[in-house]
Antibody, heavy 120, light 111 residues
């Protein structure tokens, strides 16, 4: 059973970028797929995108495709989510989660979440 | 405004049953049997309760059940317990460029 551990909280200025990591253990690289979801008080849960690490194949939600890049590093069994051009509206908890191989049908387990605060 | 519509809150007494609805459209809930439900306690990580409308992952209590009719999915919790007090979210795969949509969440209060 894959376990996901995310990097720690981040504080960024508006206009900058942030890169959050999600380290997988208990599963061989390429045998799982990872989704990123963020949670805000105002908009609730939002699906951002996913990656099939074996193929470095990504899918993004329309609202995020221009600012988000999801990558995978086989050497460290780690997935990354980088978001650019940050605004205060990007202040949120960012989660990675394993999803179903064929499509983002369900999400289990979830990482512990990474709080990203965007403030001047 | 979330793509899937859930009631903001529901409540019930211990031992009772409650149902949380999740209303979507013909592009998501009505189009696919890819509806899932999550439980989230304050400050905790969401936990998968139901996937593909009716299926429970290993380890999830049989008190949780899911169903769907048309563009509305439902989560039923029977034999309410104090520990069930939490927020509940539905999600669905969608044919739109959003790919996955979530409900706004329902706060369950056990009286």
């Amino acid at each position: 059973q894959v376990q996901l551990v995310q990097s720690g909280a981040e504080v960024r200025r508006p206009g900058s970028s942030v890169k959050v990591s999600c380290k997988a253990s208990g599963a061989t690289f390429g045998t799982y797929t990872i989704t990123w979801v963020r949670q805000t008080p105002g908009l609730g849960l939002e699906w951002m995108g996913r990656i099939i690490p074996m193929f470095q194949s990504t899918t993004y939600a329309q609202n995020f495709k221009d600012r988000v890049t999801i990558t995978a590093d086989e050497s460290t069994n780690t997935i990354y989510m980088e978001m650019s051009s940050l605004t205060s509206e990007d202040t949120a908890i960012y989660f990675c989660a394993r999803d179903r191989w064929e499509l983002p049908d369900w999400f289990d387990p979830w990482g512990q979440g990474t709080l990203v605060t965007v403030s001047s | 405004q979330s793509a899937l519509t859930q009631p903001a809150s529901v409540s019930g007494s211990p031992g009772q049953s409650i149902t949380i609805s999740c209303t979507g459209t013909s592009s998501d809930v009505g189009a696919f049997d890819y509806v899932s439900w999550y439980q989230q306690h304050p400050g905790k990580v969401p936990k998968l309760l139901i996937f593909e409308v009716t299926n429970r992952p290993s380890g999830v209590s049989s008190r949780f059940s899911g169903s769907k009719s048309g563009t509305t999915a439902s989560l039923t919790i029977s034999g309410l317990q104090a520990e069930d007090e939490a927020h509940y979210y539905c999600s669905s795969y969608t044919s739109t460029t959003t790919v996955v949509v979530f409900g706004g969440g329902t706060k369950l209060t056990v009286l």
